[in-house]
């Protein structure tokens, strides 16, 4: 009897440890590591605009259009296996004054995985970055903000930091079902120093995409003003 209650408080034990780690794999405001930034103390009324995954040819010249007629400057997460595909597109981003971040090579949940596996999927995917003509350190973004140990020490010990997002309407079901309720819970959630996440390189609806011009357009309004991460890194107060 004792020895089963020894073995039901192991169980437990280590149920709460599992879902502990769990909880801090997605968390986007800690990590063991390093520097993780899901939004910057400004008093500015400073936000960056970040793009995730890609490049891809359908989408990348509609949103570089929309960012140019707005005259926006945002920050592209882009993915080494899609920028080795479409590396022209990636050329376009980097020539039209864009920000580049690092989203992986091959985009999968950097969890359980090795210290050499997290080396191989950050630096590929920097030298693709750099034969698209971004010559600065990209920051990083783990793929589905996933993140545990390999990843975060990874990129303490290389003095990277792990850039996550606190405004992210596709994630609520309700929100990502039209452009208008997308643009409407960023206006309603973006503060100062805020870091909007939208994806807007494969939906074929284009929601996400078509609400970026709304969405600019509406926090202008606001007073807002929009930078790069980097820029939104250096106004922190
Ligand atoms: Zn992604």
């Known amino acids: 009897m004792r020895k089963l209650t020894f073995f039901a408080v192991l169980l437990l034990l280590l149920l709460a440890i599992a879902s502990g780690l769990w909880a801090i794999g997605k968390s986007r405001t800690f990590q063991f590591f390093g520097t993780i930034v899901p939004r910057v103390d400004t008093k500015e009324k400073l936000v960056a605009l970040t793009f995730d995954d890609g490049p891809e040819p359908a989408f990348t010249d509609e949103i570089l259009g929309v960012l140019k007629e707005q005259d926006v400057k945002a920050t592209f997460f882009l993915i080494g296996g899609a920028l080795e595909r479409h590396l022209a597109e990636g050329k376009k981003i980097v020539a039209a004054g864009h920000e580049i ?22 630096e590929k995917t920097d030298a693709l970055i750099r034969a698209a003509g971004y010559e ?3 920051h990083f973004r783990p793929p589905y903000g996933k993140k545990l140990f390999a990843l975060p020490f990874y990129l303490s010990q290389n003095n990277r930091q792990t850039i996550t997002w606190d405004v992210e309407p596709e994630s609520l079901s309700e929100v990502a079902k039209s452009s208008e309720a997308i643009a409407r819970h960023v206006l309603d959630n973006t503060q100062s120093g805020s870091i909007i996440l939208l994806h807007v390189m494969y939906d074929p609806q284009k929601k996400s995409l078509t609400a970026v011009k709304p969405i600019i357009e509406g926090l202008k309004q606001k007073g807002f003003r929009f930078v790069t991460v980097s820029e939104l890194l250096e106004s922190k107060q």
């Open 136 to 138: 600065k350190t990209a």
């Open 101 to 122: 971040g690092n989203h992986s090579y091959s985009h999968q949940r950097m969890i359980l995985v090795t210290p050499s596996f997290v080396k191989e999927e950050v």
